[in-house]
C-alpha cells in the first residue's frame, strides 16, 4: 500500500518527523518497505508563464523566451525545448536556483544570447518521467511566480508499507491514519464532510441480486447533465500517483480515489450502454467476457459476474468489462458500489490470470458497512468537480448475509499474563476506543466489540495483540521465558528423517530441494502411468503439473552440475509427490518420499588409485544403507523390474510385504538426451513410511559354540534370479541355520550357456551346544531339496 505522507497527514497530523513515523508504523506491525521523496532537491524554482518566443538567430534548435515569473521584469532565457509556445506556463529555474544533482543555475550566453534561467523538464527537478519530448507543462491556472515546490505539494515523501493479509483495513489512507491516530494519541479527523448528497428522482436503472450470500449489499445510482470536459484535478491526480495508480479519467479516477481513501472499490457503467437489468449472479458455462484490458474470458460457473441482458459485463469485485464502459462520448453513468464477501472473489483473479486492486481488497475483506459512505463520498467528488443530477440510490441488501460485528471477551488477568506487565484500565479502553472498538467494563475485564472492517478479530489473543502492538512493543519489559523445555523423546521403533539424511551425507550426498511444479512433457516421460494435478495458474510453462516422482527435480539437478563441468554427481531430496485423487478434498493424494541420484566416479580421482564408474550395485549399497538403519533390509525384496524410467536390464522394485515401496536402476537412454544429462545416471526413490518404522531389536546371547559353515554351488537357470535362490534356502526351517550369504556368481566352462552357478555360505551353530555332523549334513539335504523344488537348482 503506497500513499502519500501530506495525505495521511490530512486525517491525522502526529509531531513525528517522517523518520518516525515509518519507523512507528513498522512496530506497530505495518512494516514499512520503503520511503521516497516525490521529487529530487531543488530551490528557487517558480512557475512561469512564456509571454514572447523568437528563433534565435544563430542556433535553428534554440528560442529566445521572455517570461513572466512575477517579477518586475520578465526574464529572458533562451530555450531548447520543442514544446515551449507563448502563453505556456512551466517550471522556471531562477538565477541561483540549485537542481537535482547540485546543479545550479548561473547567467549565462547561449550562441551569444544572454540567458537568465532555464525552463525545466519533468527530470531535471526529479519528477518521474512524463513522456513528453520537452518542458514540463503546468496547469493554466497555476499562480505565475509561485513556487513550484508549494504548488505541486513536492515537500512529501511516498511511504510504502507491506501489509499481511489480515490487515485488509489499512489498504486505504483513513485505516492507515486511524492507527497512526491510535499508536501517537494525535486527533483523528475526516478532512471532508460527509453530508448526504442531494438526489432527485428515482434510479432509472433496475438491479437484481440473485447471489445475495456473496453480494449482501448492492447499491448503484444514475448521474446525469454533467459536464462531460470536466478534467481530473492536479491534487487529485498527485494523489493517485503518489498511491500508485495512473490517472486516467474523471470517472475513474475518482473510483481509484475513493479506493485509497476509504478501501472500498467501485465501478461506472455508461448507462446508455446498458440493456435491461443489471444482475448479480454466476458466471454461465463458457461465457464470454472481453474486460477492461482488452482481454477476453472463458468463465466457469462458479464465478460471480455482473450482467445484463446481454450477458456479463464485469468480473464481479475484479475488473469491469469493455462493452459498458465510460468514455469520453458517456452521457450518463451508473455508479456501481457493492460489497462481495472475501469467499465470493478469493482466488478468482488469479483463476484467469489477473490480479487488480479491487480483487486485492475484496479476497482479504471489505467492511461491508462501507459502501454507503464510498457512494456517498464518489458522489461528492464527482458532483464538486462535474456537477450533474443525482438519481435516488438503487439499494439491494440482505442482512442476514452480512458479516456481524464479533464480541470478545478481554480478562485483565491474561494481558498481565501475556504482556508481561500491568496496563492501566484507562490505557485499555483508549487504545481500543482508538481503534474504534465497542468496549464495556466486566467484572474480570472488558467485553469489546470489533467493528466490522477488523475481519481478524476472533479470539482473546487477537484483542491482546492489539494492546501489545498499539501499546508498543518495545515497552514491554523484557523478561526471561520460563518454560518446561522437556523433549519428547522418539520411540524406539520410529526412525528419523534426519538420521536418514546424515547416513547419505556421510556416504558422498548432498540435499537439494526442487520445485514441486515440473514440466508436463518430462512427467510424461519419466512416470507415464501415474495420474498428475494440473495447475491452473502455472508459474510458467514448464512448471504447471505437480511431480509424481522425485526423478524430474534430480535430473534437472545433474544436468546443472554437469553443465558446469562437475562430471561427479551425488544429491538426495526428501519430499512429497502428488498422485491425481479426485475423492480426496484436495484433489490429490500427497505422498512424502525420499530419493537420489548418482553419476560418475564411484569416488573422487587421488593420486594412489585409479577410480572406476559408479554402477547399479553402489546405488544397491546405498539404498541397503537406508534399509539397514531401520532394520527393514531383511523384510524388503529387490526384483527385477520394468519401469518406464529405468533401463529395462538394470532397474529394480523394492517390495515390503507384497507392496512396491520403492524403485531403483539406470536412467533408460532414450531419456538421457531428453533429460539433458549425460552418462549412466542411477535414481533411486522410496516412500518414507516404509523407512520410518523400526524393528526394536532384542538382545539375545552369543552362542559359546562353534560354528560350522557349508558352501554350496548351486546351478541354475540364467532367468532364475538370485534373490529366488535365497528366498528358497531360507524357507528352510531351523533353529540352527543362521545365516546365508552369497559369495559368488559363475558363468563359463564348464556351466551351460543358459545356466549360471551361484554359490552360497550357510552358517550354521546352536546356541546351547555342539552341533553334530548328521545334524548338519540334514539340513544340507533339507537345503538341496527345497532349491531343488523351487528354482530347480542342483548341486555343482
Request: net charge negative.
Amino acid at each position: 500500500m503506497k500513499f502519500s505522507e501530506n495525505w495521511l497527514r490530512e486525517w491525522t497530523n502526529p509531531e513525528w518527523d517522517t523518520n518516525t513515523l515509518s519507523e512507528s508504523l513498522s512496530l506497530a506491525g505495518l512494516e514499512v518497505d520503503d520511503v521516497e521523496p516525490v521529487a529530487g532537491e531543488f530551490s528557487n524554482v517558480v512557475v512561469g508563464q512564456v509571454i514572447a518566443c523568437e528563433k534565435h538567430p544563430d542556433a535553428d534548435k534554440l528560442n529566445v523566451t521572455q517570461v513572466e515569473v512575477g517579477e518586475d521584469e520578465p526574464l529572458q532565457i533562451v530555450c531548447g525545448a520543442k514544446n515551449v509556445v507563448v502563453g505556456m506556463k512551466a517550471c522556471c529555474a531562477k538565477v541561483g536556483a540549485v537542481l537535482p544533482g547540485d546543479f545550479k543555475i548561473k547567467k549565462a550566453k547561449l550562441r551569444g544570447v544572454p540567458s537568465n534561467g532555464m525552463l525545466c523538464g519533468a527530470t531535471e527537478i526529479g519528477l518521474p518521467d512524463d513522456g513528453v519530448d520537452g518542458l514540463f507543462v503546468l496547469p493554466e491556472d497555476a499562480p505565475v511566480g509561485m513556487d513550484v515546490r508549494e504548488y505541486l505539494d513536492l515537500n512529501d515523501v511516498v511511504i510504502d508499507v507491506d501489509l499481511t493479509p489480515n490487515r485488509a483495513d489499512c489498504l486505504s489512507i483513513e485505516g492507515i491514519a486511524r492507527d497512526v491516530a491510535a499508536i501517537s494519541g494525535a486527533e483523528f479527523k475526516v478532512p471532508f464532510d460527509m453530508a448526504a448528497i442531494e438526489c432527485s428522482g428515482s434510479c432509472s436503472q433496475k438491479v437484481v441480486v440473485a447471489e445475495t450470500e456473496a453480494c449482501p449489499k448492492y447499491l448503484g445510482c444514475v448521474v446525469s447533465d454533467f459536464d462531460t470536459n470536466a478534467k481530473t484535478p492536479l491534487w487529485m491526480k498527485q494523489k493517485l500517483e503518489r498511491g500508485g495508480v495512473r490517472p486516467l479519467s474523471l470517472v475513474v479516477d475518482i473510483t481509484n480515489y475513493v479506493l485509497l481513501e476509504l478501501g472500498q472499490p467501485m465501478h461506472a457503467f455508461d448507462f446508455d450502454k446498458l440493456q435491461g437489468e443489471v444482475q448479480v449472479r454466476k458466471a454461465q458455462a463458457d461465457e464470454l467476457l472481453v474486460t477492461l484490458d482488452e482481454k477476453e474470458l472463458t468463465l466457469k460457473n462458479d464465478t460471480l459476474v455482473i450482467a445484463d441482458d446481454s450477458g456479463a459485463i464485469a468480473l464481479a469485485g475484479i475488473m469491469g468489462g469493455l462493452s459498458t464502459s465510460v468514455t469520453d462520448e458517456t452521457k450518463t453513468i451508473f455508479f456501481e458500489c457493492a460489497h462481495f464477501t472475501p469467499l465470493a472473489v478469493v482466488g478468482k483473479a488469479r483463476q484467469y490470470g489477473l490480479h487488480t486492486d479491487s480483487s486485492h481488497r475484496f479476497e482479504r475483506g471489505v467492511d461491508p458497512m462501507l459502501p454507503e459512505r464510498a457512494l456517498n463520498r464518489a458522489l461528492q467528488l464527482f458532483t464538486e468537480i462535474a456537477g450533474g443530477k443525482v438519481s435516488e440510490i438503487q439499494s439491494v441488501v440482505s442482512e442476514a448475509h452480512l458479516a456481524k460485528p464479533v464480541t470478545i471477551e478481554l480478562r485483565r488477568q491474561t494481558i498481565s499474563k501475556r504482556l508481561g506487565l500491568e496496563i492501566d484500565d484507562a490505557k485499555v479502553e483508549s487504545i481500543f476506543n482508538g481503534l474504534g472498538f465497542g468496549i464495556e467494563t466486566t467484572a474480570d475485564g472488558w467485553s469489546v466489540t470489533a467493528p466490522t472492517y477488523r475481519f481478524d478479530m476472533a479470539i482473546e489473543m487477537d484483542l491482546i495483540e492489539e494492546v501489545g502492538r498499539i501499546f508498543g512493543y518495545n515497552n514491554l519489559p523484557e523478561t526471561p521465558v520460563l518454560a518446561p523445555m522437556t523433549l519428547n523423546e522418539l520411540p524406539e521403533s520410529e526412525q528419523e528423517l534426519n538420521a536418514l539424511k546424515v547416513s547419505l551425507v556421510q556416504r558422498g550426498y548432498n540435499e537439494v530441494i526442487t520445485y514441486s511444479f515440473v514440466e508436463e512433457g518430462k512427467q510424461q516421460m519419466l512416470a507415464p502411468d501415474l495420474p498428475y494435478v494440473l495447475l491452473q495458474n502455472p508459474i510458467s510453462d514448464d512448471m504447471k503439473a505437480m511431480r509424481t516422482t522425485l526423478f524430474p527435480g534430480l535430473l534437472q539437478t545433474v544436468s546443472y552440475n554437469q553443465n558446469r563441468q562437475q562430471p561427479r554427481v551425488r544429491v538426495f531430496e526428501t519430499g512429497l509427490v502428488f498422485y491425481k485423487n479426485d475423492s480426496d478434498s484436495t484433489g490429490a493424494t500427497q505422498v512424502p518420499m525420499i530419493g537420489g541420484a548418482v553419476v560418475g566416479s564411484v569416488a573422487d580421482s587421488g593420486w594412489d588409485e585409479v577410480t572406476r564408474k559408479v554402477d547399479f550395485f553402489d546405488l544397491k549399497g546405498d539404498v541397503e544403507t537406508l534399509l539397514r538403519m531401520s532394520h527393514q533390509l531383511g523384510n524388503v525384496r529387490f526384483e527385477a523390474c520394468n519401469h518406464p524410467a529405468l533401463h529395462p536390464g538394470q532397474s529394480a522394485a523394492l517390495i515390503k510385504d507384497g507392496k512396491e515401496v520403492g524403485i531403483m536402476g539406470k536412467l533408460h537412454p532414450q531419456w538421457v538426451k531428453p533429460m539433458g544429462v549425460s552418462d549412466d545416471v542411477y535414481l533411486f526413490q522410496i516412500r518414507q513410511d516404509a523407512l520410518m518404522t523400526m524393528e526394536v531389536p532384542a538382545a539375545k546371547a552369543i552362542s559359546k559354540f562353534p560354528e560350522v559353515q557349508r558352501d554350496l554351488a548351486f546351478v541354475v537357470d540364467e532367468n532364475v534370479s538370485v534373490q529366488a535362490l535365497l528366498d528358497a534356502v531360507s524357507a528352510v526351517e531351523s533353529d540352527i541355520l543362521q545365516s546365508v550369504d552369497i559369495f559368488d556368481i559363475y558363468r563359463g566352462q564348464g556351466i551351460e550357456p543358459s545356466q549360471k552357478s551361484v554359490a552360497l555360505t550357510l552358517k550354521i551353530q546352536h546356541a546351547e551346544r555342539t552341533l553334530q555332523d548328521e545334524e548338519v549334513d540334514a539340513l544340507v539335504d533339507e537345503v538341496l531339496a527345497s532349491a531343488k523344488q523351487a528354482v530347480n537348482a542342483v548341486l555343482r
